[in-house]
């Protein structure tokens, strides 16, 4: 008689954050009973091509079961207020309990201890660990678990050497308002909340709350930053 096979667990959620993000997101729009690639396809989630890897992570986070099929951590998101932040944190620290087992104060660790965990303790690559590193800190903010100042700031460090460096002390965010704007003065579109602009660069719109509150906080730590160099 052959031994059953072991029961197959995915590793952590790698590629984008914003994959995740938006999945989230929809959760607080739409009642969710199954998670598929049309699924995730339709509500432009996530490309065809890279559906089947954030399945993977939903599964990791315990958000679906191997069916596609919602579990019960899925449906206690239907809600809205202190309790979903603390049901979600519920779930990110039961899916990376290996991480938090071997990073006991991770509001007091280093960038390094994050990627060295997904590398050692889940086996990933260098290049998927690091992705790896990013998806657990966007979530790991949303579950409003502290994370220390090295770890924001490696992150915005990472962001800023693709981007033009701002001038110290500038808020580069146009936030929408209700007031009428002076003639001339750009009106930005209804579904942005803010517009990021980049010196020669262009713009970047951040469309819903959970990502200009991220994107504050990470302009505020640079900030403090720049502000003692």
């Known amino acids: 008689m052959s031994e059953p096979k072991p029961e197959f667990k995915p590793g952590p959620p790698t590629g984008a ?13 739409v009642k969710v009973d199954k998670v598929d690639k049309n ?3 339709t509500n432009n989630i996530v490309s065809e091509g890279n559906a089947n890897n954030v399945i993977r992570g939903l599964k990791f986070l315990n ?12 449906k206690s ?6 309790d979903y932040q603390k049901n979600f944190e519920i779930i990110v620290h039961e899916a990376y309990a290996t991480l938090f087992e071997q990073i006991k104060q991770i509001d007091q660790s280093h960038f390094e201890d994050l990627l060295n965990c ?8 260098p290049s998927t660990a ?6 657990f800190i966007t979530l790991a903010q949303r579950a409003g678990i502290k994370l220390s100042d090295q770890i924001l700031e490696n992150i915005i460090t990472d962001a800023e050497k693709k981007k033009p460096k701002q001038e110290a002390g500038k808020i580069p965010f146009k936030r929408k308002n209700k007031k009428i704007v002076d003639e001339g003065e750009e009106q930005l579109p209804e579904t942005v909340l803010a517009r990021l602009t980049l010196k020669d660069t262009g713009y970047v719109d951040i469309k819903n709350r959970d990502d200009l509150e991220i994107a504050e906080a990470y302009w505020k730590v640079l900030q403090k930053k720049l502000a003692t160099t």
């Open 63 to 74: 958000l679906i079961n191997e069916d596609g099929s919602a579990t019960d951590k899925i």
């Open 39 to 41: 699924f995730l396809i």
């Open 118 to 125: 997904f590398k050692v303790e889940y086996g990933m690559a």
């Open 130 to 135: 690091g992705q790896a590193v990013k998806i």
């Open 77 to 82: 998101l239907d809600i809205v207020g202190p």
């Open 17 to 29: 954050a914003i994959w995740y993000t938006d999945f989230l997101n929809k959760l607080t729009r």
